[in-house]
């Protein structure tokens, strides 16, 4: 069964490093989202992406995040310089929905990544 | 500002008993999701909720929505101890694609 794979499965860094943190979707996916998730606390949305650009964004995907498909199978987050506060477990997800532009479709349903835990020192 | 509330937040009980879920949302919404995530593990999909009064069964498990009232419940029917782990909720809102999670509720089924 197709499955959303995710490298590397726990990065360790230092405050102030840059991270990439990489995402291989479904192939047939073409909505494409990042989330986070702090020990033991809820699921954070940070963005969505269709269509080779950001789709949504939410307050913590600032300046310091990017996303990127630089191929047809990858799916990357970078973020610029890591803080304390950006250690958690990083999940993509990817799906069939097509998002705004497409209707809603109701097999909808986002398959998520095993995650990459992100620590940073 | 979309807000999802979920309750109870932790929920412990005795197999084969029944009980339910709620998450609630404070604004219009495309679709309702619910998610089930086991200790140290991804998410796993369980329902996506489109319309009104809609209403999808998988095993004990059974989720509905109710746009007017904006809540969904899941129903957990003869728990077994296998359905322990941390179900989520969370709200695509309508006018984008921002999804908001519940703080998810915490269920622990006593053999």
């Known amino acids: 069964e197709p499955e959303v794979t995710q490298t590397p499965s726990h990065q360790v860094t230092q405050m102030g490093q840059e991270v990439i943190l990489r995402c291989v979707p479904i192939s047939n996916h073409l909505y494409f989202y990042w989330y986070r998730q702090i020990l033991g606390q809820k699921v954070e949305f940070l963005v969505s992406f269709y269509n080779n650009e950001i789709s949504e964004k939410s307050e913590i995907f600032d300046d310091q995040f990017s996303v990127e498909r630089p191929d047809g199978s990858n799916f990357t987050l970078k973020i610029r310089s890591t803080k304390l506060e950006d250690s958690a477990m990083y999940f993509c997800?990817?799906?069939?929905?097509?998002?705004?532009?497409?209707?809603?479709?109701?097999?909808?349903?986002?398959?998520f990544g095993p995650g990459t835990r992100l620590t940073v020192l | 500002e979309l807000k999802v509330e979920q309750n109870p937040l932790f929920l412990s009980m005795q197999e084969g008993k029944n009980y339910t879920i709620y998450c609630n949302y404070s604004?219009?919404?495309?679709?309702l999701y619910w998610y089930r995530q086991d200790p140290g593990k991804s998410l796993e999909s369980l329902f996506v909720l489109l319309s009104n009064g809609a209403v999808k069964q998988e095993g004990r498990l059974m989720a509905s929505l109710d746009t007017k009232a904006r809540l969904s419940t899941l129903h957990i029917t003869a728990a077994v101890h296998d359905l322990s782990a941390t179900y989520f909720c969370a709200v695509d809102r309508d006018r984008d694609d921002k999804i908001i999670f519940g703080k998810g509720t915490r269920l622990h089924i006593l053999p």
């Open positions: 604004t219009t919404s495309d679709r």
């Open positions: 997800a990817s799906s069939v929905y097509t998002g705004l532009a497409g209707g809603l479709v109701d097999t909808d349903t986002q398959y």
